[in-house]
């Protein structure tokens, strides 16, 4: 992927998290979890890790979400340094 596709990805990434539907969602979903797990029986141990497995996949979407934005501001500066290069091709060279 280029730096161009990654910061665009980024771009599209930090509008979803910042979103108020998205994050209003993501709440109220990962709240119903949290309810439903603490709701049961001790003796349902399976139940249980099955809402601690959905939980845990919610919040790594989240996560991979906020690597898209990192990812994407890595391949910012990686333009920026690109475009500076480009400008002064002896930037640099003296490091």
Same mark, same amino acid.
């Given at each position: 992927?280029?730096?161009g596709e990654?910061?665009d990805?980024?771009?599209?990434a930090?509008a979803?998290?910042d979103?108020?539907?998205?994050?209003?969602a993501?709440t109220?979903?990962?709240g119903r979890?949290?309810?439903?797990?603490l709701?049961?029986?001790?003796e349902d *141990?399976?139940?249980?890790?099955?809402?601690? #497995?959905c939980?845990?996949?919610?919040?790594?979407? #989240?996560h991979?979400l906020e690597?898209?934005?990192?990812n994407? *501001?890595?391949?910012a500066?990686?333009?920026a340094?690109?475009?500076?290069k #480009?400008k002064n091709?002896l930037?640099?060279l003296?490091r």
């Amino acid at each position: 992927m280029t730096p161009g596709e990654e910061l665009d990805r980024a771009t599209k990434a930090q509008a979803v998290i910042d979103s108020p539907a998205f994050q209003d969602a993501f709440t109220a979903v990962r709240g119903r979890l949290m309810d439903a797990m603490l709701a049961v029986k001790i003796e349902d *141990k399976e139940d249980a890790e099955d809402f601690r #497995r959905c939980i845990k996949l919610l919040d790594s979407l #989240r996560h991979e979400l906020e690597t898209v934005i990192k990812n994407g *501001k890595l391949a910012a500066a990686n333009i920026a340094d690109l475009e500076a290069k #480009r400008k002064n091709p002896l930037r640099g060279l003296f490091r």
